[in-house]
């Protein structure tokens, strides 16, 4: 046994035992996090008031003008993909949620270089209110129809009514090849845009032969952009064991190439097979410590990295990508429906999948964060 494999051992319990528990006790999803509420709401207002000094910034710099002219010349031609975002008025309207989720929507709009999107705000509320009139003078805004199979008393009827409602707008005023829909409950998070558009066109709807790109038959109906947090941890399935597998061999690999760089390249089988152990180890831990949300955040890093799979349970709607071959009938379907408390509109959307024989998907980590106060 070489002084390595004792440092490494000495290490290893240290870490385990003494650097973890400290330093994950303020990380939510870690096996010793520690739940301080009043701590959180602390770190929750500060970043709430970060997040309105950002936007109050980034629409001071705007030409209002130029922003929307902008935006109106993006919806008149055909894009990859339109975001519609479904506005209601707010009960605390101070936050600016909408404006958050609107402005960095923008920042995406104008970022990608690749792909060709469009912004369109549908007021769902039907009537005007302040921050919306504010954002009106920057960005294209629609009022929702007021239809008689709105009921007002019936808020899964609701939710349902501005979706389908919302999405005929777009309909009117956009040829797209997919529709992202939005409600003002989140902020995406930086270059979500580029990955949506990624995503749908190489993973979902397309592929590649002999190096070009062609199109495949995958007829799928939606994309959710946000991963609920039961689906996030590891658990016993295929996906998460062969995650897990992963982990462990990157870990030795990583050791055996730092051992034999630094003791060189003659080093005995049971030295090399110790060094693939410890770093197999120490992976292994540390992923199962911090836990897989964190772990997944390593995804970011390219759009081809994001896993997209098939949620086991109807997730609740907050942020869909849906291409625009499945709208026409999706839309009708829905007409049909009359969703309510025993018949939510998440559950109904579910059912889709089977009534028009199409795939739903979940992307993961997510692509949206909910920011509005419960």
Same mark, same amino acid.
């Given at each position: 046994m070489t002084p390595h494999h004792l440092i490494l051992a000495f290490v290893y319990f240290f870490v385990v035992l003494v650097v973890l528990p400290i330093f994950c006790s303020n990380k939510v999803y870690s096996v010793h996090y520690q739940d301080d509420p009043e701590k959180n709401a602390e770190i929750e207002a500060a970043k709430r008031e970060h997040r309105i000094r950002g936007v109050q910034e980034y629409l001071k710099r705007l030409d209002a003008q130029e922003s929307h002219s902008f935006h109106t010349f993006q919806l008149s031609v055909p894009v990859d993909n339109l975001v519609i975002v479904i506005a209601k008025k707010p009960a605390h309207e101070e936050d600016l949620v909408l404006s958050q989720l609107v402005a960095e929507i923008d920042r995406n709009i104008r970022q990608d270089n690749i792909y060709r999107n469009a912004l369109l705000i549908c007021n769902a509320t039907r009537i005007p209110f302040q921050e919306l009139e504010d954002l009106s003078q920057?960005?294209?805004?629609?009022?929702?129809?007021?239809?008689?199979?709105?009921?007002?008393?019936?808020?899964?009827?609701?939710?349902?009514?501005?979706?389908?409602?919302?999405?005929?707008?777009?309909?009117?005023?956009?040829?797209?090849?997919?529709?992202?829909?939005?409600?003002?409950?989140?902020?995406?998070?930086?270059?979500?845009?580029?990955?949506?558009?990624?995503?749908?066109?190489?993973?979902?709807?397309?592929?590649?032969?002999?190096?070009?790109?062609?199109?495949?038959?995958?007829?799928?109906?939606?994309?959710?952009?946000?991963?609920?947090?039961?689906?996030?941890?590891?658990?016993?399935?295929?996906?998460?064991?062969?995650?897990?597998?992963?982990?462990?061999?990157? +870990? $030795? @690999?990583? %050791?055996?190439?730092?051992?034999?760089? *630094?003791?060189? #390249?003659?080093?005995?089988?049971?030295? =090399?097979?110790?060094?693939?152990?410890? +770093? $197999? @180890?120490? %992976?292994?831990?540390?992923?199962?410590? *911090?836990?897989? #949300?964190?772990?997944?955040?390593?995804? =970011?890093?390219?759009?081809?990295?994001?896993?997209?799979?098939?949620?086991?349970?109807?997730?609740?709607?907050?942020?869909?990508?849906?291409?625009?071959?499945?709208?026409?009938?999706l839309l009708t379907q829905l007409n049909l429906l009359r969703c309510s408390t025993y018949s939510p509109f998440h559950r109904a959307l579910d059912q889709m999948m089977t009534t028009l024989e199409r795939s739903g998907y979940v992307i993961s980590p997510s692509l949206v964060r909910y920011v509005v106060r419960s």
């Amino acid at each position: 046994m070489t002084p390595h494999h004792l440092i490494l051992a000495f290490v290893y319990f240290f870490v385990v035992l003494v650097v973890l528990p400290i330093f994950c006790s303020n990380k939510v999803y870690s096996v010793h996090y520690q739940d301080d509420p009043e701590k959180n709401a602390e770190i929750e207002a500060a970043k709430r008031e970060h997040r309105i000094r950002g936007v109050q910034e980034y629409l001071k710099r705007l030409d209002a003008q130029e922003s929307h002219s902008f935006h109106t010349f993006q919806l008149s031609v055909p894009v990859d993909n339109l975001v519609i975002v479904i506005a209601k008025k707010p009960a605390h309207e101070e936050d600016l949620v909408l404006s958050q989720l609107v402005a960095e929507i923008d920042r995406n709009i104008r970022q990608d270089n690749i792909y060709r999107n469009a912004l369109l705000i549908c007021n769902a509320t039907r009537i005007p209110f302040q921050e919306l009139e504010d954002l009106s003078q920057f960005y294209p805004v629609l009022l929702a129809e007021n239809t008689t199979t709105w009921r007002l008393f019936n808020s899964e009827e609701v939710i349902k009514h501005d979706f389908v409602d919302c999405i005929t707008q777009g309909l009117r005023v956009n040829n797209f090849r997919h529709v992202t829909v939005i409600r003002d409950l989140v902020v995406p998070f930086s270059g979500f845009l580029n990955v949506v558009n990624q995503v749908t066109r190489h993973q979902l709807s397309g592929g590649m032969v002999r190096g070009e790109p062609v199109e495949e038959h995958n007829p799928w109906l939606f994309l959710h952009l946000h991963e609920p947090v039961p689906f996030r941890h590891y658990e016993f399935s295929g996906n998460c064991i062969r995650e897990l597998l992963l982990i462990t061999l990157s +870990g $030795a @690999l990583i %050791f055996v190439a730092i051992f034999r760089w *630094l003791e060189g #390249p003659f080093q005995p089988m049971s030295t =090399r097979v110790m060094y693939a152990f410890y +770093g $197999a @180890l120490y %992976f292994l831990t540390f992923a199962l410590v *911090l836990g897989r #949300p964190y772990i997944s955040e390593l995804r =970011r890093f390219a759009g081809d990295l994001y896993r997209v799979y098939d949620p086991p349970k109807a997730i609740h709607f907050s942020a869909l990508t849906l291409p625009s071959l499945a709208l026409p009938d999706l839309l009708t379907q829905l007409n049909l429906l009359r969703c309510s408390t025993y018949s939510p509109f998440h559950r109904a959307l579910d059912q889709m999948m089977t009534t028009l024989e199409r795939s739903g998907y979940v992307i993961s980590p997510s692509l949206v964060r909910y920011v509005v106060r419960s």
